[in-house]
């Protein structure tokens, strides 16, 4: 829990001026709320299945404490062949965790992930990371606000994307509880190139979502893309929304649907 003249700054252990993506893993949270993988617990990807790596629960308003005035740097340590660790990595955390006033920056991977659970999180930066900023799967149902997501070429992935990246479920697309957070007040800024970054956002496999109030500019791709029919089925459900939004760009040449 840091403050505005104290804040938390986990980064490499190299000099400053020598320090880079992937120089240290970084933050992962496990926490017992929901998730939808059967059995309602998981491991997280590239760990053991060993207990002290589980995560999930039936508890919705666990808590895991407090990330408030932090700030992670130079992370993304590869624990296996393609499969670096976020900034943040939440799994199963509950809403009555507090994450406020977080920056992640020049990580290998998403700035944070949430597998599953309610967390709630607000005033996060993310500068230079290599991956998305918002990436959310395995029923994720939380709440995120005051976002903003500037890329660079430095580093970045191809298949990065500028703002979202959510999933339900990566076997079975309408496993519940569904992927479903609501997002408020996000800007998410790509290079303008034709080499780096990716869409403005990826839904996909089945998930669900909302987002108001949100400007996505200068992805290599279409602004906004949906993957499937089991996505696209959420929009006549009222489960999926964009509304007082600006994804400026243009959809055509994609497999994007505007």
């Known amino acids: ?39 309602g617990q998981a491991y997280l990807e590239g760990l053991p299945a060993q207990p002290e790596y589980q995560y999930g629960g039936t508890d919705p308003h666990d808590d895991s404490g407090v990330i408030r005035f932090v700030r992670l740097e130079f992370g993304g340590f590869e624990i296996e062949v393609n499969q670096e660790i976020n900034g943040l990595t939440l799994g199963g955390v509950g809403d009555a965790t507090v994450i406020d006033h977080l920056q992640v920056h020049m990580n290998k991977d998403a700035g944070v992930e949430f597998f599953g659970g309610t967390a709630n999180a607000k005033h996060l930066l993310f500068t230079g990371l290599a991956d998305d900023p918002l990436d959310g799967d395995l029923g994720w149902q939380g709440k995120v606000q005051f976002v903003v997501n500037i890329k660079s070429n430095l580093n970045s992935e191809g298949d990065s994307n500028i703002l979202l990246e959510w999933d339900n479920h990566p076997q079975n697309y309408d496993y519940t509880p569904r992927t479903n957070p609501q997002v408020y007040n996000a800007t998410g800024v790509g290079t303008g190139t034709s080499v780096t970054g990716n869409y403005g956002g990826n839904l996909r496999r089945g998930t669900a979502g909302k987002v108001y109030n949100a400007i996505v500019t200068q992805s290599r791709r279409a602004p906004i893309t949906l993957r499937d029919t089991a996505t696209l089925n959420q929009i006549p459900a009222g489960e999926l929304i964009f509304d007082n939004s600006i994804l400026y760009g243009s959809f055509e040449g994609s497999d994007a649907y505007p």
């Open 1 to 39: 829990d840091g403050t505005t003249r104290r804040p938390i700054v986990m980064t490499s252990a190299q000099k400053v001026g020598s320090r880079a993506q992937r120089d240290w893993g970084s933050l992962v949270v496990f926490g017992r709320a929901p998730i939808n993988e059967p059995g």
